[in-house]
């Protein structure tokens, strides 16, 4: 699932006519590279929310024929926030575990790595493996706590969410359809129960979330491969 549904209040004005999944870096829309990795990781079939501009997003890439795969929309009235747009994707989603990723960040992860990692999630077992990466500039911080490969709300280092990861839909089974709901504080509860596993990736991310991160990204994408 492709997370398209945010206003990119940050992105503005750029986002007042343009949907910022749809923003070009590369000579290509943010949600292209995405879309293009996912079926290079062997993913065929994605589901992708949206809400302001959305029409936008389904004209452009329409049903997912011109990429090799098939997409699927869950349109929303309004945002419904991270958990609260999967759990109304989730008939399109299915009953097994699933990738999610933003809609605003670019990564060269390995996403088939992450997706046969995700396989054991279970309603019984852990129910989310999160990707992390190190802390950028903007958000010192970090979120969770990283060790041995498991995933706590407190505790140092901290990590920052890469804003990719693998879900068991149970997850998301409190949360009623239609309604607005975050994902961080489901995954804390996930975490303070022991059920959350992590890996740290060390390679390219970018929140794509500002005009001048955007040109960042436009300018890696534009330079000769070496």
């Known amino acids: 699932m492709i997370l398209a549904a945010g206003r990119g209040e940050r992105m503005r004005p750029l986002t007042d006519t343009c949907p910022k999944p749809l923003l070009q870096a590369g000579g290509k829309a943010l949600i292209v590279w995405q879309i293009e990795r996912l079926r290079a990781a062997g993913f065929d079939e994605v589901a992708i929310n949206h809400a302001h501009l959305g029409a936008m997003i389904e004209n452009a890439l329409g049903d997912g024929r011109q990429f090799g795969l098939r997409i699927r929309y869950s349109p929303e009235t309004e945002a419904l926030e991270t958990a609260g747009g999967i759990r109304q994707a989730l008939p399109l989603l299915g009953d097994a575990p699933f990738l999610a990723i933003n809609g605003d960040i670019f990564c060269d992860a390995d996403l088939a790595a992450l997706r046969a990692a995700g396989e054991t999630l279970s309603p019984e077992g852990d129910l989310a493996r999160l990707l992390m990466v190190p802390n950028p500039e903007h958000h010192p911080a970090g979120d969770f706590h990283l060790a041995d490969n498991r ?76």
């Open 151 to 226: 995933l706590h709300r407190d505790g140092t280092p901290r990590r920052t969410f890469s804003g990719i990861g693998v879900y068991h839909p149970a997850l998301f089974a409190g949360i009623a359809p239609g309604s607005r709901a975050a994902l961080g504080p489901l995954l804390r509860e996930a975490m303070d129960a022991g059920r959350v596993s992590g890996a740290l990736h060390t390679g390219y991310w970018l929140d794509v979330g500002t005009p001048a991160r955007l040109s960042e990204l436009d300018e890696r994408l534009r330079q000769p491969a070496a």
